[in-house]
């Protein structure tokens, strides 16, 4: 873009679509008024010739109509037009008009009127010469020296010159060596004309030379036969120009500034009369046309030059005086003096933009003014800022959409089992063995607090226990309202349930005020049926396969007093032996021993005795702490029944493996079942019939054999059910036993419980065992492994096979057997890895049977202390408050118990620590250099963990994320123990149940 | 009569109109509505571009420069000596329906200027017909029309159509007036050195010629007056602008597209000048150039030089 515009005088859009080039424009006195002012001529390919006078004046008010002198519609197109003394013995300017094939002299003669609009002109035409070749371009001059009049000379489209001298035909004369036609140009200084041929060189012809030179009628004869009365035609000098040229002109000033310039595609050049280069300028850029027009400096030339990029440049010899910006590409430029304006600068356009201007002065840069009066209303902008970021923010506001906090429930959800069986069973099956199957009512109470819409109930009992109604739709609920649904529970299956507690689900909707259909919701509660709804008091049985005794540290306790429902029928009367009778037909004892402080739990089956077992515990703690007795401590001496429980693991496995085999078994018959099909079905559609070949004995057979075999795959999948519930049921005695055993605390407990029952249900793809095995292998590999290192290549092998049934249990009892091992030797169950990571080394100072809590903790760091508490958290449901709550208030001595038993153990813990210390030390001595190092590598470690601990910092946010509520809560004491931890949450449970 | 004289809808640039002259006057139709034209220039949504749609050129019709660079549509504008730079960007990327239905109306407009300007001495006659415009059809024509703009008049003859008024010399039929309807200020009968005359004033736009022809006799000059009125009267009603476009592909029908708008019985008039149009100044902060004069050093006619400068001086800070 350019700095100064070309500033228009006049301008006009010439006619509808017309095109012009070149020779279209040219400037003089044509109607020969004397003033010496220039008029413009146009011609026009379409043949339109118009002549102009400029009048800028007129056209500001708007009125350019009288600056068009003259429109006329000639009959040919206009290839060029000048103004010159075309007439003899006439002085007067006429216009010559060059068609293709005519070239015309006309006179233009304009007769004043009394007003502007009432001038008229006349074109009047003088003479015309009809061409025998096609014309290319024209020059015009004083051809041999010729005074008072000029001469024309057209050069036709195949090269040939053609001479006029006013309205006679001189001669006709070809260019040797002729392609091509380039520019034309008369010489008066050196009488020559000028061209750039398809040689691409300048040629200058002398006039005279032509004039002698061999009459040339056809071409093909100039060429080959010279004839006799003239010479070959030879240029007088040539100049390689090396490209096409775009205009010749011979400007005339003066005599000191004589030259020839002539426009290239890519440069200028500006040569003497006698051939010679004076400069030559390269363009940077692609020129349009070009115009000398004047030598303001002695021996200098002016010029314009035209260029595609909309510019108008002033060049002086080589140097650029100015530049200005058309509004479009010139095809030609003139300058013209006119009444009101001299030196003004005409250009065309090829699409007939005609445009009188002058050279702008004022340089305009292409920067947006400023807008002063404009100014934005910066409190209106505000004000809708904020409007529109408040919407922003409250429609991102997570409180609205999700749930605000559990700080207020919209619902409560209160279940009561009744404390007697139904009078009358509800049971299915009604009795077994001839034992009456009872069942119990429970009573769930819905209570909200918020309005609730599309409100379902579910219950879910443990197989094979049952209820009468598991589905209840409640109606959309106001606020307050409650509702009341009740059911009855009972046992619908041959064998014993692995637990005796059914879970509440209550899913519902609260609307919001975004969200008006609501925010579906789920709540959970949770209840305990009675032990009375699967067994019945029977007689102590002596002998027994299997015996479970649990220590404690009070004396005995009377049992009929602890299992009243039961003592009605006990011959027992001291109250040492208890018995019960499962509905399925197995017996349980429990006996208390006289003397110590032991109980004997003992029965036929391993599995049946869980249930037993945590009845038992249950109560007795339940009644312990009745008594306010707070240091009741329970124990369990091992060793671990394992081999009594890989009982229970065998035949479960060896169910599923018989169930795979059923499945495969089917599958094959099938196929021969539908191959005998198909061929029987090949028979029948033949035309003619062959013997069937008892294909139809092997298909009934082969039929007979799919239905036995899926009776007997759905006979297996009802015992595989049955044996799901009792390897249960016998992993959680086995839990239970093993956190008698090591004392572990309840978190421990629940990752140990997660561990060793994975699944609710098991099914073909995804059975107990293999979950299982890779639940407790990853156990051994993290927290329970014996070295650190195995730890750090463990948590890099995340993700493993694919899990799949397993070839047998070996495997898996190993690992069991191992787990059970680590334990016992002091492994503590957690998580959170780095707090793992000091264990191996203290394991075997501190390892110490009696579930002591063995490892002293780094209390400078209180995350890791939290860790294992949150991680349980984590990975255990929580369930809600609300539940958490009932369960509370239904478990109160449960509760009360938990921070009795944390405080017996902290009691304990601490006077423990420096005999530990001491056995500490006697150790150390021993293996001091052994310790030493493993000190180093542990040290080494650490950075190592701290990088790990960041790269699991992603699956951790979670839980930090609750950290830092606690540390919130704990008004950022840090150095606040685990126990104490643990105190400080029960206490808030109790205040919580007190509230509840 | 003033209805027409009024029209400034193509001659003129305007800021900030109201919705009333935003709409459609009679004869001019809606061609294209185009959504989403940035305003590249102006930047707080002037009334004038601030509807994004283009109604009509408004681009002054001596001076207009169309370009499309990349995606944006430069208009140049000049109206009572101060350009306008207009900027549209059409902001659907690659669409060129901005520069197809601008620059196709805008030539439209361009070649049909015959139907609007009064032109004199134009190429208007071949033997002796006068040379039709579309849509032109001639109602009357009449011989012995004295054309009383020179001392000895000039006898000619008048075709009347339902555009224009042409009159022509019979001796020379490049002496000659058209005069459309759009153009006549006032007709009338008017005593004259001659005598009785019809004047036909053109519009102040046009020149603001007064044109005095006399045709005998007395009555045949009523008769003529009379059914020039009665074109004009039409035409005034029901005006033909010659700018015929047909859009090759309609995106839908105008009747869909075209909102009724209540019209504004009150009109507020602006206490001050808006400075809207500042932004769209060609030339930076300048509303006028100054006048030429003929430089010495150049040779050619310049922008007179603001005192103080030298056209050398300035051409070197530049360079």
């Known amino acids: 873009m350019s700095l100064f515009k070309a500033r228009d005088w006049w301008s006009g859009a010439l006619g509808e679509g017309e095109e012009f080039d070149q020779g279209c424009l040219c400037v003089g006195d044509v109607d020969n008024s004397g003033t010496g002012h220039d008029k413009i001529v146009v ?230 009369d006698n051939g010679q280069i004076r400069f030559m300028k390269k363009l940077e850029f692609n020129p349009s046309c070009f115009l000398p027009y004047a030598s303001v400096k002695d021996g200098t030339t002016n010029l314009l030059l035209g260029n595609h990029n909309n510019m108008l440049l002033v060049y002086q010899d080589v140097t650029l005086q100015w530049a200005a910006q058309l509004p479009f590409v010139p095809v030609a430029v003139r300058v013209a003096n006119f009444p009101e304006l001299k030196g003004a600068v005409v250009s065309l356009s090829s699409d007939g933009h005609l445009l009188s201007s002058y050279m702008g002065t004022d340089p305009s840069f292409f920067s947006t003014p400023k807008v002063d009066a404009r100014e934005a209303d910066y409190e209106q902008v505000d004000a809708e800022m904020k409007k529109l970021q408040k919407l922003i923010r409250e429609a991102t506001r997570t409180q609205d959409i999700l749930p605000k906090s559990d700080a207020l429930e919209d619902l409560s959800v209160k279940a009561i089992v009744f404390p007697s069986l139904d009078a009358s069973s509800q049971a299915l099956i009604q009795d077994m063995d001839g034992l009456p199957v009872p069942s119990v009512t429970v009573q769930v109470k819905v209570k909200a607090s918020s309005v609730l819409q599309s409100a379902k109930l579910s219950i879910c009992v443990q197989p094979p226990l049952a209820v009468t109604q598991d589905q209840f739709v409640l109606e959309p609920m106001g606020v307050g309202s ?237 015992l595989l059910e049955q044996a799901f519930v009792r390897l249960r049921s016998s992993t959680h005695l086995l839990v239970l036993l093993l956190s008698l055993w090591q004392g572990l605390t309840h978190d421990q407990t629940a990752i140990l419980e997660a561990t060793l029952l994975p699944l609710l249900q098991d099914t073909p793809q995804l059975g107990w065992e293999e979950s299982c095995d890779a639940a407790v292998s990853h156990l051994l590999r993290s927290c329970l492994s014996r070295s650190p290192k195995d730890q750090a290549t463990s948590l890099a092998q995340i993700g493993g096979s694919v899990l799949s049934l397993p070839q047998d249990t070996t495997r898996l009892k190993k690992h069991i057997a191992l787990l059970c091992d680590r334990l016992g030797k002091g492994g503590r169950l957690t998580l959170a890895s780095e707090a793992n990571v000091q264990i191996p080394a203290q394991i075997q100072n501190l390892a110490a049977p009696g579930g002591v809590e063995p490892i002293a903790e780094d209390l400078g760091d209180g995350e890791e202390v939290e860790n294992p508490q949150e991680m349980t958290k984590f990975i255990k449901k929580k369930p809600s408050r609300k539940v958490k709550k009932e369960k509370d208030s239904k478990e109160k001595k449960d509760v009360s118990r938990e921070p009795s038993e944390a405080s017996v153990k902290e009691e304990a813990g601490v006077p423990e620590e420096p005999i530990k210390e001491v056995k500490k030390e006697k150790k150390e001595s021993s293996k001091d250099k052994k310790e030493s190092k493993k000190d180093s590598s542990k040290e080494a470690k650490e950075p190592k963990d701290e990088a790990k601990k960041k790269e699991s910092s992603s699956s951790k946010e979670k839980k930090e994320k609750k950290e830092k509520e606690k540390e919130g809560k704990e008004s950022g004491d840090r150095k606040v123990s685990r126990k104490s931890s643990v105190k400080v949450k029960d206490k808030k449970k109790e205040t919580e149940a007190a509230e509840g | 009569m003033a209805a027409l004289d009024t029209l400034w809808e193509d001659r003129d640039v305007r800021f900030d109109i109201t919705a009333q002259q935003m709409k459609t006057r009679p004869g001019e139709v809606l061609i294209d509505c185009l959504d989403s034209i940035e305003d590249t220039k102006g930047n707080n949504g002037d009334r004038a571009v601030g509807y994004s749609t283009i109604i009509n050129i408004t681009t002054r019709t001596a001076h207009s420069k169309l370009r499309g660079h990349t995606e944006a549509l430069y208009i140049l504008t000049k109206s009572n000596n101060t350009r306008f730079e207009f900027i549209f960007t059409n902001l659907v990327i690659g669409s060129p329906r901005l520069f197809t239905s601008v620059i196709a109306v805008h030539r ?108 005998d006799p007395v009555e045949k000059l009523q008769d003529a007056l009379k059914e020039i009125n009665s074109l004009h009267k039409v035409y005034s009603a029901n005006p033909i602008f010659g700018v015929d476009y047909e859009m090759e592909e309609k995106p839908q029908p105008l009747e869909e597209l075209t909102v009724e708008q209540p019209p504004d019985d009150v009109e507020i008039e602006p206490d001050e000048q808006t400075d809207a149009f500042t932004a769209y100044f060609a030339d930076g902060n300048k509303q006028q150039d100054r006048e030429a004069v003929f430089s010495d050093e150049l040779g050619l006619a310049i922008e007179r030089l603001k005192d103080g400068f030298t056209l050398q001086g300035l051409w070197e800070v530049v360079g």
């Open chain 1, 482 to 718: 409650t509702k009341e649904v009740s059911f009855s529970a009972f046992l619908n299956g041959h064998y014993p349930p692995a637990d005796l507690t059914g879970d509440i689900v209550v899913s519902y909707s609260s609307p919001t005020e975004l969200n008006p259909k609501g925010v579906p919701r789920v709540l959970q509660s949770r209840f305990n049926l009675p032990l009375a709804l699967v067994c019945v008091p029977s007689s102590p049985a002596k002998s027994t396969k299997f015996k479970i005794t649990v220590d404690t540290n009070q004396p005995p306790v009377d049992l009929s007093a602890l299992f009243r429902e039961f003592s009605a029928k006990t011959e027992d009367k001291d109250g040492n032996s208890l018995a019960f009778q499962f509905l399925s037909g197995a017996k349980v004892t429990v006996l208390a021993s006289k003397t110590s402080q032991r109980y004997r739990i003992q029965g036929d089956s391993f599995e049946d005795m869980w249930l037993v077992v945590k009845e038992l515990v249950q109560r007795f703690d339940q009644h312990f702490s009745k008594l306010g007795i707070k240091d009741f401590k329970k124990s369990f001496s091992g060793p671990i029944p394992l081999q009594e429980y890989f009982l229970s693991v065998d035949n479960h496995f060896q169910l599923r493996v018989n169930a795979q085999q059923y499945q495969d078994l089917l599958s094959e018959r099938a196929v021969q079942f539908r191959a005998i099909q198909r061929r029987l079905l090949t028979r029948f559609k033949d035309k003619t019939p062959a013997p069937l070949q008892s294909l139809d004995t092997l298909l009934d057979a082969t039929y007979n054999q799919v239905i036995t075999l899926a009776e007997a795959a759905e006979e297996n999948r009802a």
């Open chain 2, 108 to 215: 439209a407009y361009e070649t049909s200027k015959m139907y609007r300007d009064l032109k004199l001495r134009a190429a208007l006659i071949q033997n002796k017909q006068l040379r039709l415009l579309p849509r032109e059809q001639v109602y009357d024509k009449i011989n012995g029309v004295w054309n009383l703009s020179s001392d000895q008049g000039n006898l000619g003859t008048f075709f009347i159509t339902n555009v224009r008024i042409v009159w022509h010399a019979n001796m020379n039929e490049s002496f000659n007036v058209s005069i459309p309807y759009l153009q006549i200020w006032s007709i009338r009968i008017r005593d004259s050195k001659f005598g009785l005359a019809l004047v036909i004033e053109s519009s102040r736009q046009s020149g603001g010629y007064v044109l005095g022809f006399k045709i």
């Open chain 1, 43 to 272: 011609g026009s390919y379409m043949g339109m010739l118009r002549i102009f006078c400029p009048n800028a004046n007129k056209q500001s008010e708007g009125g350019s109509a009288d600056a068009q002198l003259l429109e006329v519609q000639l009959q040919n197109a206009i290839i060029q037009v000048e103004v010159g003394k075309f007439v003899s013995c006439s002085e007067l300017l006429h216009l010559a008009v060059l068609h293709p094939r005519k070239l015309s002299v006309y006179s233009v003669t304009g007769t004043a009127g009394n007003v502007e609009h009432g001038d008229q002109y006349q074109l009047k035409l003088i003479y015309e010469h009809n061409l025998q070749r096609t014309a290319c371009n024209m020059t015009y001059g004083t051809f041999g020296g010729a005074t008072g009049h000029h001469s024309l000379c057209i050069q036709s489209m195949d090269g040939m010159l053609m001479f006029f001298e006013q309205d006679s035909y001189s001669f006709g004369r070809f260019l040797p060596g002729f392609l091509l036609p380039g520019p034309l140009a008369y010489n008066s200084r050196t009488d020559s004309f000028l061209t750039v041929s398809s040689a691409r060189q300048l040629e200058s012809y002398k006039y005279e030379t032509l004039a002698v030179a061999t009459e040339a009628e056809t071409r093909q004869d100039s060429d080959l036969t010279p004839k006799t009365g003239g010479k070959r035609l030879t240029p007088d000098w040539t100049f390689v120009l090396g490209e096409q040229a775009l205009d010749i002109s011979v400007p005339s000033f003066s005599h000191s500034s004589s030259s020839i310039l002539v426009l290239g595609e890519r440069n200028l050049f500006c040569l003497r």
